[in-house]
């Protein structure tokens, strides 16, 4: 815990990790949360950074904007101790804003490459990451990293309203439908200990996840939503992904493949904050995409799910089983 107080930018003028500043929520450097922006590694528990690509949609574009925005929309998270949790998680996680993974993108068949490297130079220092999409194909480098990292296959818990495991044998495509579909076939994932959360688009072949959607969420109840997660999941090391399109589109109109009939947010939070039994690896939150977004609900609801997710690390932390 750091005594120090900065008034105004402390992502840049903090020199410790730890500790939160003094802002205008109006004002200031937009890192996320005002984490400090930095690329020194030592010390550090939780890495966020974005990943800017909107390249691989079947739809609207967009997502390229969604990091920046879930900035921005952080800001009040950083004002106050985050709702429910009743503490400052800065004060015992070291979190820093890494910025954003830098990639080519008019050299297509580097992209993906990028991404793992980005990844594993971030894992490579200890701490786990938190990432910000970008569309979903995102995912599928990060998690060929955190499969190199903490062993393979791993569990996937998996927010959205599509499956993404339609299929798509070549190697070289950048689709946002097919990740999952690759990471079955790659072994990246184990589908019995997989969890696809709030699905409603129809797939013929599911590829063996385990699948509660959206109907079956709002008909059995959130507290249910939860139990299944945790007897299907286990002790096993999970990757968690939260495509934002999961929550209905009256909740996150800013997105680029809406699907009526999705999750509130209120139902996605606390689920979300109910995680912490899990053995969670590696976290992100995907497909916001600011341009279609109304006053920012979208970018504020994927703003909420991360600060979550960073709230289960501290207590992972405290525990000391992070």
Same mark, same amino acid.
């Given at each position: 815990?750091?005594?120090?107080?900065?008034?105004?930018?402390?992502?840049?003028?903090?020199?410790?990790?730890?500790?939160?500043?003094?802002?205008?929520?109006?004002?200031?450097?937009?890192?996320?949360?005002?984490?400090?922006?930095?690329?020194?590694?030592?010390?550090?528990?939780?890495?966020?950074?974005?990943?800017?690509?909107?390249?691989?949609?079947?739809?609207?574009?967009?997502?390229?904007?969604?990091?920046?925005?879930?900035?921005?929309?952080?800001?009040?998270?950083?004002?106050?101790?985050?709702? !429910? %949790?009743?503490? $400052?998680?800065?004060? #015992?996680?070291?979190?820093?804003?890494?910025?954003?993974?830098?990639? *080519? @993108?008019?050299?297509?068949?580097?992209?993906?490459?990028?991404?793992?490297?980005?990844?594993?130079?971030?894992?490579?220092?200890?701490?786990?990451?938190?990432?910000?999409?970008?569309?979903?194909?995102?995912?599928?480098?990060?998690?060929?990293?955190?499969?190199?990292?903490?062993?393979?296959?791993?569990?996937?818990?998996?927010?959205?309203?599509?499956?993404?495991?339609?299929?798509?044998?070549?190697?070289?495509?950048?689709?946002?439908?097919?990740?999952?579909?690759?990471?079955?076939?790659?072994?990246?994932?184990?589908?019995?200990?997989?969890?696809?959360?709030?699905?409603?688009?129809?797939?013929?072949?599911?590829?063996?996840?385990?699948?509660?959607?959206? !109907? %079956?969420?709002? $008909?059995?109840?959130? #507290?249910?939503?939860?139990?299944?997660?945790?007897?299907?999941?286990? *002790? @096993?090391?999970?990757?968690?992904?939260?495509?934002?399109?999961?929550?209905?589109?009256?909740?996150?109109?800013?997105?680029?493949?809406?699907?009526?009939?999705?999750?509130?947010?209120?139902?996605?939070?606390?689920?979300?904050?109910?995680?912490?039994?899990?053995?969670?690896?590696?976290?992100?939150?995907?497909?916001?995409?600011?341009?279609?977004?109304?006053?920012?609900?979208?970018?504020?609801?994927?703003?909420?799910?991360?600060?979550?997710?960073?709230?289960?690390?501290?207590?992972?932390?405290?525990?000391?089983?992070?």
């Amino acid at each position: 815990m750091s005594d120090e107080m900065i008034y105004g930018d402390g992502a840049i003028r903090r020199q410790g990790l730890y500790g939160s500043s003094i802002e205008n929520t109006y004002a200031g450097v937009l890192s996320f949360m005002r984490r400090n922006y930095s690329r020194n590694l030592e010390g550090v528990d939780v890495v966020v950074s974005g990943i800017p690509l909107d390249l691989s949609v079947t739809f609207r574009s967009g997502a390229r904007m969604g990091p920046q925005a879930i900035r921005a929309a952080s800001v009040q998270l950083a004002e106050l101790k985050p709702y !429910p %949790w009743g503490f $400052d998680p800065f004060d #015992d996680l070291a979190v820093v804003d890494y910025g954003d993974c830098w990639f *080519d @993108a008019h050299n297509p068949l580097t992209i993906k490459p990028s991404i793992i490297e980005h990844a594993r130079t971030i894992l490579a220092s200890g701490a786990k990451m938190l990432t910000f999409g970008g569309d979903h194909y995102v995912t599928y480098p990060l998690l060929i990293a955190h499969a190199e990292k903490y062993g393979k296959p791993l569990a996937l818990l998996h927010f959205d309203a599509h499956c993404d495991t339609w299929p798509d044998d070549s190697p070289d495509s950048l689709n946002h439908g097919t990740m999952f579909y690759k990471a079955v076939k790659e072994g990246l994932i184990d589908p019995k200990k997989s969890v696809q959360v709030g699905i409603r688009t129809w797939n013929d072949d599911f590829m063996g996840l385990n699948v509660l959607g959206a !109907p %079956w969420v709002h $008909d059995n109840g959130v #507290d249910a939503t939860i139990a299944e997660i945790k007897k299907t999941i286990g *002790d @096993a090391p999970v990757y968690v992904t939260f495509d934002i399109d999961c929550l209905d589109p009256s909740a996150a109109p800013g997105t680029g493949t809406p699907v009526p009939g999705g999750l509130s947010t209120a139902q996605a939070l606390k689920i979300i904050r109910n995680l912490g039994d899990l053995n969670i690896v590696g976290m992100d939150v995907v497909e916001v995409a600011p341009s279609y977004d109304q006053s920012e609900i979208t970018a504020l609801a994927a703003a909420h799910i991360a600060c979550d997710m960073l709230c289960l690390m501290r207590n992972k932390k405290v525990e000391g089983k992070l």
